[in-house]
Nanobody
Framework: QVQLVESGGGSVQAGDSLRLSCVASGSIFSINIMGWYRQAPGKQRELVAAVTSGGTTNYADSVKGRFTISRDNDKNMVYLQMNSLKPEDTAVYYC?????????????????WGQGTQVTVSS
């Protein structure tokens, strides 16, 4: 099993910055893709940013130029630096791991999720 735990959410003013962190634990040899999703009230969960183990990144258009995703493969951690936050960034942010290779060197087809961390941006 794989567990993901996020930290770093909070309440800030528009224009402020926050840094989210997520650590993965369990029977992990490597993780191909780690990412961040968010879900605002009444809306579907959406991809914010993702990064492969090789460092290739992908961002939602709405956060390009403001958010930066990074990861530490040795620590199985992923980070999301969020700058110039806007009220529309308010959501619960979820850490995600895909294509997890277990210690048995088998690639899991499951998606793994953290419990979520609230980010609230006020104007």
């Amino acid at each position: 099993q794989v567990q993901l735990v996020e930290s770093g959410g909070g309440s800030v003013q528009a224009g402020d910055s926050l840094r989210l962190s997520c650590v993965a634990s369990g029977s992990i040899f490597s993780i191909n893709i780690m990412g961040w999703y968010r879900q605002a009230p009444g809306k579907q969960r959406e991809l914010v940013a993702a990064v492969t183990s090789g460092g290739t990144t992908n961002y939602a258009d709405s956060v390009k130029g403001r958010f930066t995703i990074s990861r530490d493969n040795d620590k199985n951690m992923v980070y999301l630096q969020m700058n110039s936050l806007k009220p529309e960034d308010t959501a619960v942010y979820y850490c995600n791991a895909k294509e997890v290779v277990t210690m048995l060197l088998r690639t899991s087809r499951d998606d793994y999720w953290g419990q979520g961390t609230q980010v609230t941006v006020s104007s």
